[in-house]
Every structure is written in C-alpha cells, then in structure tokens.
C-alpha cells in the first residue's frame, strides 16, 4: 500500500522514507565535511610541533592513560636488577597476567553467582583494581623511590594474595 495524503489517517507522513532520507542526507553531508578536514586540512586543529627524531627520544613522553599501568608494569622488572631480562620478564608476567584473566571463569568453576559469597575471588578481583590503579596512578607521575617502594610493595601483596586464593580455593574442593 502506497501512503498518499487521502489514505493517511494521522496527518503525518511516515518516517520511511521521509525522515530515513533526510537522516542520510545529514549524515552524508556530516561525513563529508569530516573527510575533507581530515584529509585536505589536518593542520587545522593540530598545534605545530617539532618533527620527531627518531635517534633521540624525550624522557617525558609517556604512554596514553590506558597504557599507563602495562608501562609501570614493565618498570617493575629493571634491567639494573634482572640484567637482559628485565624487559623480557616484564612482558611474560604480563603475558601471564593475560592468560589468567582468560582461563578464569575455567579456574572458578563455583555454581554460586553472588559475589559477596564468593569472598576469594571478589578480594582478589578489588586487589587487582587497587593493582591497576596504583600502577596507573605511578606511571603517570615521575617515579621516586617512594613510589616505587610502593609499587613493589603492592606488587608482592598481590602476588601473596593471589596465591593465598588458589591455596584456600583448592582446599575448599
């Protein structure tokens, strides 16, 4: 059925294909008007810079905010202390860190579903946002000793109370 003025009853037109039409149309206008200040003027938002030297890198750069406590993380495991595998233990303990946070609901198979019943793994999983962000928190800021004193004191909290779980869940089964 064709909708024409005499055979709609309401007095408004439908919304297909009117207002479909008309969306497209602005979207496509929008998305014009997107592409060419992307591609024909770039500059025209971005503040002027030096150009990058790959040979010498700025020690104030610092990774986006979402990076930051992978990057601390990294920090944790000092070439000074580990030699050459400071950097290469690093990304297997996040490497590791990873595969847990897969093979976790596999680990904790309890048919309970309440949190507050479940009071190993719902630590462990505050222990590990407090982890995540003290890591950020120091990341961001320029490290002193003091925090990094507090970052390896919360990294050896973790690991104890992470162990200390696995132990308490295996002699609840």
């Known amino acids: 059925m064709r909708y024409t003025k005499d055979n709609w009853k309401w007095g408004v037109e439908p919304f297909f294909p009117h ?3 008309h969306h497209a149309i602005v979207v496509t206008a929008v998305f014009v008007v997107f592409m060419v200040v992307v591609f024909w003027l770039p500059s025209v938002f971005m503040l002027p810079e030096e150009p990058a030297d790959p040979m010498n890198t700025p020690a104030h750069i610092k990774p986006e905010w979402y990076f930051l406590p992978m ?7 000092p070439s000074d202390i580990f030699g050459e595998w400071g950097k290469m233990l690093g990304v297997m303990a996040q490497g590791v860190a990873a595969v847990l946070l897969i093979l976790l609901p596999f680990i904790d ?8 019943k479940r009071m190993v793994f719902f630590a462990g999983g505050i222990i590990v946002i407090l982890f995540i962000f003290v890591l950020g928190f120091c990341g961001k800021y320029d490290e002193t000793s003091t925090r990094a004193v507090a970052v390896l004191i919360a990294a050896a909290v973790f690991v104890a109370v992470m162990a200390w779980a696995l132990w308490f869940r295996r002699r609840l089964a």
Do not use: W
Request: aromatic share 12%.
């Open 109 to 116: 198979r309890s048919p309970e579903r309440n949190p507050l």
């Open 19 to 21: 207002d479909v039409v």
């Open 71 to 77: 990057y601390q993380g990294l920090k944790l495991f």
